[in-house]
């Protein structure tokens, strides 16, 4: 028998907010750019990492039951440093924005691998619209504009391209030496019921097949990345690949338990 789509609306998770800001010193308001900034920076410590996913998808029955929520984000990150992929990151941030008074709503975008393969929020400021991607680590907004967008997080640049024909817009990264198309998104917002769906389809994509952990490493002005057994540390001077294990990795860099790693290593095709 189906599930319904779950009946839960963004004030419910409002107190799971308040934790998060609290934790942080962070008031509740007023709704602007010095906040918003204020939170990205907090919420940037929370990794993107697939291995809470892995473990829902394969331990847990119902389709619905797999997402998880702010609640269960935010303690998996106090407890055991765990954080989640984009579409449970975006919610979280959703979460608190809105109970922030922040105008929101969540976007979807398409990689080169496959449609609704991520995802990120739209949040209406006074200078105008500005995209939050939570799961690609983007530390600051990136304004929504008819022109391009071009920004340098510490090393690395970012830019936001607008298509005017077909209104969609396009973020690429780049180095001194190479460029890379990320993702491709309309700037229509979607509602509640629709992000959910395509949230639980989510966890059927490619990027389920391997692990993957990323987060921002302050103390270097650099990026962590893993998949699988290749771990690279990006910094300004440049890339390094790690010689350690998965476990190693995950342990050294995101103080996530080994045990937790070896559990969803099983659930890998």
């Not at 797999?66 to 941030?93: H, I, K, M, N």
Request: positive net charge.
């Amino acid at each position: 028998m189906m599930q319904a789509i779950p009946a839960t609306t963004l004030d419910r998770h409002h107190d799971t907010a308040r934790l998060f800001l609290a934790h942080h010193q962070l008031p509740e308001g007023p709704a602007g750019g010095d906040l918003l900034r204020r939170i990205l920076a907090a919420f940037a410590r929370i990794p993107y990492e697939n291995i809470s996913k892995l473990i829902k998808l394969n331990e847990t029955r119902g389709e619905w039951d797999r997402l998880r929520w702010p609640a269960e984000v935010w303690a998996d990150y106090q407890e055991r440093r765990l954080g989640g992929t984009c579409y449970s990151l975006t919610f979280f941030l959703w979460a608190i924005l809105d109970c922030c008074g922040y105008a929101a709503a969540p976007l979807v975008m398409d990689m080169k691998w496959a449609p609704a393969a991520h995802c990120g929020l739209r949040a209406e400021l006074a200078d105008g619209p500005c995209l939050l991607d939570p799961g690609y680590l983007l530390g600051d907004p990136l304004h929504l504009r008819g022109d391009s967008t071009v920004r340098y997080d510490n090393f690395t640049g970012v830019e936001l391209r607008h298509d005017a024909a077909g209104d969609v817009y396009e973020l690429h990264t780049f180095t001194r030496r190479e460029r890379q198309f990320r993702y491709r998104f309309a700037p229509a917002p979607l509602g509640l019921a629709e992000f959910l769906v395509y949230w639980k389809d989510s966890f059927y994509q490619k990027s389920m097949r391997h692990i993957c952990l990323t987060r921002l490493d302050p103390a270097t002005r650099g990026r962590i990345y893993v998949r699988n057994e290749f771990i690279r540390h990006y910094t300004p001077a440049g890339k390094e690949n790690m010689k350690l294990t998965l476990e190693e990795a995950a342990a050294r860099y995101f103080d996530i338990p080994p045990e937790l790693v070896r559990r969803a290593r099983r659930y890998l095709p």
